[in-house]
């Protein structure tokens, strides 16, 4: 059974101004109701990283959010675990676009957040300190977040997810806002992460190359309502290179060309 | 920056304390500048030092109350008054900002009624004050709660509607209790804006307690202003207004180190 199960789910905001209680038709979305997801169905496998794509706006970070329990469906089910999702759990950890470090705690206590209620202080400050120094951070754990750079950020708070060891991590755009030289080493960072640990991990980005380097599968979404356009397995190998591999290097003009934009650059 | 090119925490860069000398230096001096021309405006005005005292004359009569203990009784009683007044306005208004700031049906049923609140000067209470609490501590108590009860409200339901949204949502996810969500979110979060506002406030619960204890009772400095007018005595007035002043600092100076204590320093970095 896949780790991950979305049936015909379908996400409408509701305007403030008109609510009616019911809605007959999910196509509509007349006033101020959005529709957002249009009947999305995906089934992800244990283990897999799962690059997600599509234009901005389009409900990337909806169905994440879905996904980790923060928002309901308006209508269908996702089950993670075989599980239907009832709210925000443990076991699926959300990295946010924008940094949810708490910036009042310092990396160390950060990282500690999931930890917790392990009693044994010793095995805690070792499970933290095990984790910081996962994402090279050793010397900076007394440092509060806004004493980091942007991509020691990011690393910590993938540091403070793992640190749970949730059966899903969850990332939205996580190299966004990075420059060109920390967003590769960022990338390597979570693809060995991921070699390593071998989580079902959900990455949202929209950066073609980001996915296809990436990716154990790819899901490309339209724009708003959004519809899923493709789901690819790929399973060239690593390390991936667009020069070397003619396969990888077609489909990634075929991506291009359904994004909308006909020469890949 | 140390040799392995991390930044330092606590070092105060040069600027910093450069500037912080040149504030001392040109404060002494103003404060200088202030009683030359005050000696120059009661020499030039020719009024009797019963009207208009010298600083001098002042300084004296400063000296004397010093001495037989005044001054110290009038500055501990109304510290006193501040004080407890001040608490209470803060043990309590924090946590109903707090409540406010995160319950809508609340906060769309008490803003009302604390925005209209808010605006009455503290002053306009006294008569209600004296007829509720009779006269002594209580009515001015009364008065400086008031008074600082408002602001920290509306300021701590500010700070709490403030708090960036995802945060709540890692405290979702990472299972926080509500105790947790208080403790480990909520209060820190709201740290640096409930400083500010104690600082704000306790300059209105200063400015308050004078007016007070012009009509309730018989000690602090309030009182001693009053009592020295009826006895003519304004170099007495001026004691008791110099003494206001320099707790008045004080009192700003003890909030702002409050502001500078490391768990509410994320603050002035963030926004
Ligand atoms: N809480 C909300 N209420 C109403 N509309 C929303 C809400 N959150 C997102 N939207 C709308 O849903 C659409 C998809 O948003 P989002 O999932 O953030 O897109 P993406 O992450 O793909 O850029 C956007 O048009 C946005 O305006
Ligand atoms: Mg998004």
């Known amino acids: 059974m896949s780790h991950i199960q979305i049936d015909n789910l379908t996400k409408i905001y509701v305007g403030r101004r008109t609510q009616p209680r019911t809605m007959h038709d999910p196509e509509e979305h ?31 970070s909806t169905l994440l959010r879905i996904i980790a329990g923060f928002e309901a469906p308006t209508y ?91 059966d899903l991590l969850i990332m939205d755009e996580p190299f966004s806002g990075l420059d060109f030289l920390t967003h590769m080493k960022m990338r390597e960072e979570v693809v060995n992460m991921h070699e390593f640990l071998r989580k ?9 190359d980001d996915a296809l380097i990436m990716g154990d599968r790819i899901v490309v979404l339209s724009g708003r309502p959004s519809a899923i356009k493709l789901v690819h397995v790929l399973d060239f190998p690593r390390p991936r290179n667009f020069e070397k591999d003619p396969g990888l290097s077609r489909l990634r003009s075929e991506i291009f060309l359904m994004l909308g934009v006909p020469y890949a650059v | ?104 049906t609340a906060r769309s049923f008490l803003n009302p009624v604390i925005h209209f609140l808010r605006p009455i000067s503290p002053l306009a209470w006294i008569p209600l004050a004296m007829l509720w609490f009779g006269i002594g501590d209580p009515p001015a108590i009364f008065l400086i709660f008031l008074a600082s009860f408002f602001p920290m409200v509306v300021g701590t339901t500010i700070a709490v509607q403030n708090i960036n949204p995802t945060f709540f949502q890692v405290a979702a996810n990472f299972r926080f209790s509500r105790r947790e969500t208080l403790t480990r979110l909520i ?22 307690v004078v007016a007070a204890e012009m009509i309730a009772v018989q000690s602090g400095l309030g009182y001693l202003i009053l009592d020295a007018r009826n006895a003519l005595r304004m170099d007495f007035v001026m004691n008791g207004m110099i003494v206001i002043g320099l707790i008045g600092l004080m009192l700003d100076g003890i909030m702002k180190r409050l502001g500078q204590v490391e768990s509410s320093q994320w603050g002035r970095h963030e926004r």
């Open chain 1, 30 to 60: 007349s006033g101020d109701n959005v529709l957002v997801l249009n009947n999305i169905n995906l089934a992800f496998e244990e283990g897999e990283m799962v690059c997600i794509l599509g234009p901005s706006g389009c409900g990337k």
């Open chain 1, 76 to 166: 269908g089910t996702v089950k993670v675990g075989g599980r239907k999702v009832r709210g925000p759990s443990d076991q699926s950890i959300f990295v946010f676009q924008h940094s949810g470090l708490y910036p009042w705690m310092t990396v160390y206590e950060n990282v500690g957040l999931g930890l917790r209620h392990i009693d044994d202080e010793e095995d805690k400050h070792s499970r933290i300190q095990e984790h910081v120094e996962m994402v090279e951070l050793e010397g900076f754990e007394h440092y509060y977040p806004h004493q980091l750079s942007g991509g020691m950020q990011r690393r910590a708070e993938l540091a403070r997810a793992i640190a749970v060891n949730p």
């Open chain 1, 200 to 208: 079902t991990t959900l990455v949202v980005t929209h950066d073609i």
């Open chain 2, 1 to 104: 920056m140390d040799d392995d090119g991390k930044p330092t925490l606590k070092e105060t860069p040069l600027y910093e304390r450069e500037t912080g000398n040149r504030f001392v230096r040109s404060g002494l001096l103003s404060f200088l500048s202030i009683v030359v021309i005050w000696e120059l405006l009661a020499r030039a005005s020719g009024w009797s030092v019963h009207v208009f005292p010298d600083p001098w004359a002042v300084i004296l009569s400063f000296i004397e109350l010093l001495r037989d203990g005044t001054l110290v009784r009038h500055t501990v009683a109304s510290l006193y008054r501040v004080t407890v007044g001040f608490y209470l306005a803060v043990l309590l208004g924090v946590p109903l900002g707090i409540c406010l700031g995160r319950n809508l």
């Open chain 2, 187 to 208: 209060l820190p979060a709201i740290m640096p804006e409930v400083i500010t506002a104690l600082r704000m406030t306790v300059t209105i619960a200063w400015l308050v």
